[in-house]
């Protein structure tokens, strides 16, 4: 079992920054991919951008290339999500979530967070 805590979300307006963190524990592994999705009211869950724990490659979705950065933490089993040029669009419940590969289909996952929401103001 992998337990995942989102944390870091909150209100920004427009044009601003904010950081999510995810911290991991139990049986965590150098074999796992971590990655953030997000969920806007009544839209499916979409994916936003994931890291291979080991080897730092790293995808993203195309919305939000340029404008957000995921990295990790290897000593503190952390990921983060550095998120700047926020738009109102980019208003979401946003959850972390571990698989054994890196991959963008939700479908893949096979531990979630409880997820943290963000909301931009315009």
């Known amino acids: 079992q992998v337990q995942l805590v989102e944390s870091g979300g909150g209100l920004v307006q427009a044009g601003g920054s904010l950081r999510l963190s995810c911290a991991a524990s139990?049986?965590?592994?150098?074999?796992?991919?971590l990655g953030w999705f997000r969920q806007a009211p009544d839209k499916e869950r979409e994916f936003v951008a994931v890291?291979?724990?080991?080897?730092?490659?790293?995808l993203y979705a195309d919305s939000v290339k340029g404008r957000f950065t995921i990295s990790r933490d290897i000593a503190k089993n952390t990921m983060y999500l550095l998120m700047a040029s926020l738009k109102p669009e980019d208003t979401a419940v946003y959850y972390c979530?571990?698989?054994?590969?890196?991959?963008?289909?939700?479908?893949?996952?096979?531990?979630w967070g409880q997820g943290t929401q963000v909301t931009v103001s315009s």
């Open positions: 890291i291979y724990w080991s080897s730092d490659s790293t």
């Open positions: 139990g049986r965590t592994s150098s074999r796992y991919a």
């Open positions: 979530a571990a698989s054994r590969e890196i991959s963008t289909s939700r479908y893949t996952y096979d531990y």
